[in-house]
């Protein structure tokens, strides 16, 4: 099916739906004349989408750049350093940092 189609179905306007489609939330699927061509598949994954967004409080693009995080490695490395400077993420324990902290309270023990 056709844009329009997809989208009445869907419950949102068509310009909604290609802005969806810019953000990179939609299946890369186009047919010969390169329009949007809209299948079950397609449709479902739009309603997947749409579900996270609910379920938790995220905007379309909020939604495309955690899976550009999740996709992309220097994104998310840049991400969890931000969280890790501002408090919202634990800076992961080296081995050896756990070693020196395991001999000083032995240390202290004693």
Known sequence: M???EAARRLGMSPRMLRYREALGLLPPIRDKGAHRRFGPDELEAVRQAMELE???DVSPA???FALRALSEPA???AVRDLGVRIGRIQAPRRALDFEKEKALR???GR
Do not use: D, G
Request: overall charge positive; hydrophobic content about 55%.
């Open 54 to 56: 609910r379920r938790f």
């Open 2 to 4: 056709r844009i329009t």
């Open 62 to 64: 909020e939604l495309a």
């Open 75 to 77: 994104v998310a490395q």
């Open 106 to 108: 032995l240390l202290r």
